[in-house]
């Protein structure tokens, strides 16, 4: 690697020639603030457009001052990061933004998340000297989303987001001057585009303008309505994310204090959506092996591949962008809405109830949960399955504003009949998760033989496309092949590849977030730090590994469903309520 000689505040050091100042001074450990530059290693995010002007550096003594995100470094440079000067121009650029910035850092939602009231923090920032016209913007509330673009720094993280990473061009600038705004096409609201509410836009943005709809105070409602019965589902994702909050390690599994946690805070009943996943691959797992045996049989109605349809922002997106293609995801609902179709049409019932008196939860690390909770097919009558789903994030406050030392709690243990799971099931908060548990499955009743070993290595990994084969499963000779990806721009370039023939596989996982679940735009804010995903990746593994029961079919209480309710798998009762159908939808 070529390098070149430069000094930074007085250092000598080499840098890679063409790399950044920013990354240079990172590398030995000096900081320069940022605010609009956002760099995602191993995800192929960067935003770079240099307009919050916040990194600006001093080079050679020179008059301008140039910003470190984007001047690269050269042969002999001496760079200053942290002059009184700069100083004082960081501190006007922060007055400046904050001059047409609402002040309501006590109830918005991103405080003490908020990289702006952060450095505003850092650099004391006590005066703001510039006064003028403040911002108006209407506040665009979606299920999932809400728009506040009065504080929005036009720093257009979202928009990069949106547009490259995940290829759903929602988002751009409009308009000029002080009526600039990220918005979408004709200032449409969210709920009106082609948004997948995947909620990747949230998770970069760096103020309050982008931030969940939040349910908190939904729940602490039903809680206090005695006349019901509220119960809880908590996603695997949620579990190796939600401790970060709390000062955990990212990827600490924290389920035995979270369901101590959702005790305290007066849940009647706390269970795991493990259970409806490990139910998912019953479905998923008998849709694939059918449609392989029709495929082999030369049955010309049978699509392959197979698609897992658990991501509703997938869904929403193969809805809009490919409704030609809308009999390739299998039909089995979401985790999140078969355990609340189960709950609502089979427990309460067991347990002498009608729907009506029972209040389903779902903690999710999702965005598009909520958006997927609100569609209309997932309701009967007018009652909702789903009836109100939370992100990891408003759980945690959930958690504090109960008063709980959630860090002090003893262990607790899911309620049953839907607390048990296999580790085919954790699996699914990660990428890969979804496909290697129906793996573990279709194996076993495809061939009748026993999978000694479950780990298939093979569909693990962080890559945005990954196709990999799975030798141990043939199919007219030749291994089963499976496609996997996360980002819905991966989706879209693999997608483009099955539609023209020049890619062929018989399955495929697509998450929308990067990572999978554990990247979901409702977990805790990873600033950019994608070793934090990795992280989570790997708790969510060793839990997997550590458990006895790994295969979905082996759940004792998944089978005695389908023994008392169900019959089999993709049965009649079991289209009912765990199946659901698609929609094409516009697509701008
Ligand atoms: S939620 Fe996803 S699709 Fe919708 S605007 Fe944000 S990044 Fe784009
Ligand atoms: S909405 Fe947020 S991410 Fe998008 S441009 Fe505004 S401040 Fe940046
Ligand atoms: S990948 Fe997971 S967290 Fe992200 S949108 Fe899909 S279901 Fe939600």
Redesign the pocket.
């Known amino acids: 690697m070529e390098t070149v000689k430069i000094k930074i505040n007085g250092i000598e050091t080499e840098a890679p020639k063409g790399s950044t100042i920013l990354a240079a001074a990172k590398s030995i450990g000096v900081h320069i603030p940022t605010l609009c530059h956002l760099k995602m290693e191993d995800t192929g995010y960067v935003n770079n457009f240099a307009s919050c002007r916040i990194c600006v550096v001093e080079v050679n003594g020179q008059e301008n001052l140039y910003p470190a995100c984007e001047t690269k470094v050269s042969q002999g440079m001496d760079i200053v990061t942290n002059s009184t000067e700069l100083i004082q121009v960081r501190k006007s650029i922060l007055e400046l933004l904050l001059s047409n910035h609402p002040k309501d850092c006590l109830t918005c939602s991103k405080s003490g998340e908020c990289e702006l009231q952060e450095l505003a923090d850092q650099f004391r920032v006590k005066n703001i000297r510039f006064e003028g016209e403040q911002s108006t913007y209407r506040v665009d509330n979606s299920p999932a989303i809400i728009r506040d673009i009065d504080k929005c720094i036009m720093c257009r993280r979202c928009e990069t987001m949106c547009n490259k990473i995940q290829t759903c061009y929602v988002l751009s600038a409009v308009n000029r001057g002080f009526e600039s705004v990220v918005a979408p096409t004709h200032e449409q609201d969210l709920e009106d585009t082609t948004c997948?509410?995947?909620?990747?836009c949230v998770a970069v943005c760096p103020v309050g303008a982008l931030h969940e709809r939040d349910y908190t105070w939904e729940v602490v409602e039903a809680l206090s309505d005695k006349s019901k019965k509220v119960i809880v589902q908590v996603a695997p994702?949620v579990r190796v994310a939600l401790g970060e909050e709390f000062g955990f390690e990212p990827g600490t599994d924290v389920t035995g204090k979270m369901v101590t946690a959702l005790r305290r805070i007066g849940f009647d009943y706390v269970f795991d959506t493990n259970f409806a996943a490990d139910l998912t691959i019953m479905e998923e797992g008998t849709e694939l092996k059918k449609r392989i045996e029709g495929y082999l049989a030369g049955d010309e109605n049978v699509k392959l591949p197979i698609l897992t349809s658990?991501?509703?922002?997938?869904v929403k997106f193969i809805e809009h962008n490919y409704p030609d293609m809308l009999d390739v995801p299998s039909s089995a609902k979401?985790p999140q809405q078969m355990f609340s179709a189960v709950a609502k049409e089979i427990w309460t019932k067991e347990m002498g109830w009608e729907r009506e008196n029972i209040t389903v939860v779902s903690i999710?690390?999702?965005?598009?949960?909520k958006y997927e909770a609100s569609r209309e097919e997932f309701s009967k009558d007018g009652n909702p399955d789903t009836d109100i789903s939370i992100s990891t994030r408003e759980l945690a406050n959930l958690i504090k504003q109960s008063g709980i030392s959630f860090d002090m709690l003893e262990d607790g243990t899911f309620d049953n009949p839907f607390g048990v799971s296999s580790g085919a099931a954790d699996i699914f908060?990660r990428t890969g998760g979804v496909i290697e548990a129906a793996a573990r499955t279709a194996y076993e009743w495809i061939t009748g033989n026993e999978l000694e070993n479950v780990d298939f290595k093979q569909l693990r990994g962080l890559e945005g496309v990954r196709i990999a084969e799975v030798p141990e499963l043939q199919i007219a000779g030749s291994p089963l092949r499976i496609g996997i990806t996360?980002g819905l721009g991966a989706a879209r370039e693999l997608l483009d590849k099955i539609r023209s023939g020049e890619e062929v596989v018989h399955a495929l996982e697509i998450?929308?977030?990067k990572g999978?679940?554990i990247?979901?735009?409702?977990?805790p804010y990873h600033h950019g730090n994608f070793e934090i995903i990795k992280k989570r990746f790997e708790g969510i593994q060793a839990i997997d590994n550590s458990k006895e029961m790994r295969k979905s079919h082996e759940n004792p209480y998944v089978k005695e469903l389908y023994e008392k309710y169900l019959g089999e798998p993709m049965s009649h009762r079991a289209h009912e309520l765990l199946h659901t159908k698609y929609f094409a939808r516009k697509k701008s």
Do not use: E, V
């Open positions: 997948t509410f995947c909620g990747q994702a658990c991501c509703p922002a997938w979401s999710m690390p999702c965005l598009a949960k908060g996360h998450m929308a977030c999978g679940c990247g979901g735009g409702g977990q």
